[in-house]
């Protein structure tokens, strides 16, 4: 099946600094989606990106298919970033979403 | 707030206990999914419904039991736990179960210890 790394695992950023996480896959796929994981549990989707760029706010996200793999950029980081960030693909014969292992984002005031 | 509740939010149970957990979606959707989140593991699926029906279950062991009476509610109910079960139990729900990028809105969670 399908894997997908995502690093760093873990990044602690000053407010205000930027950054970029990093999602590899090992297949091609029909699917791919950004969550972000608060400190509390809650699983926030940001983008369905399976190619190209998209943008919302601070957040923006960019996936090269044929190179199989997308970034997630955050500028201007507040401390409401802070989480975990996870990349999940999905295929194209099925309808089950991949995860990986998630970045785990601390952003400091 | 997702359109997707939880409850309980937070359970202690002992190996012997029987319990449930709640879940409801107010988006209309007709696709829901249980996850179990382990500590530094990826979420793992656990069960999918479609249209009320089954169509998926990820060698989840017996002791966990879902049941859909409907497109809006989803239960998990758990007995005779292990103290591995520990864990964030999250569901989800998608317009539909397809191929194409559904994206799932997910509920806060219940973070389950079994003692």
């Known amino acids: 099946g399908i894997q997908v790394e995502q690093s760093p695992p873990d990044l602690i950023l000053q407010e205000g600094a930027n950054s970029t996480l990093r999602c590899n896959f090992s297949d091609s796929v029909n699917n791919l989606q950004w969550f972000h994981q608060n400190p509390w549990g809650q699983l926030i989707n940001l983008f369905y990106?399976?190619?190209?760029?998209k943008q919302n706010g601070r957040l923006s996200a960019t996936t090269v298919a044929t190179e199989r793999y997308s970034l997630l950029y955050i500028s201007s980081s507040q401390t409401t970033d802070s989480g975990v960030y996870f990349c999940?693909?999905?295929?194209?014969?099925?309808?089950?979403?991949?995860w990986g292992a998630g970045t785990k984002l601390i952003i400091k005031p | 707030e997702t359109g997707v509740t939880q409850t309980p939010r937070h359970l202690v149970m002992g190996m012997t206990n029987k319990k449930s957990l709640k879940c409801e979606q107010h988006?209309?959707?007709?696709?829901m999914y249980w996850y179990k989140q382990s500590a530094k593991k990826p979420l793992e699926l656990m069960f999918v419904y479609n249209f009320k029906e089954q169509t998926e279950n990820n060698s989840v062991p017996s002791r966990f039991s879902p049941e859909c009476p409907n497109s809006s509610h989803l239960f998990l109910h758990l007995h005779t736990l292990q103290p591995e079960d520990s864990a964030l139990y999250l569901c989800?729900?998608?317009?539909?179960?397809?191929?194409?990028?559904?994206?799932?809105?997910f509920g806060p969670g219940t973070r389950l210890l079994v003692l």
């Open positions: 989800a729900s998608s317009q539909n179960l397809g191929t194409g990028g559904e994206t799932q809105y």
């Open positions: 990106i399976p190619s190209g760029t």
């Open positions: 988006l209309g959707h007709n696709a």
């Open positions: 999940a693909v999905g295929e194209d014969s099925n309808y089950q979403l991949i």
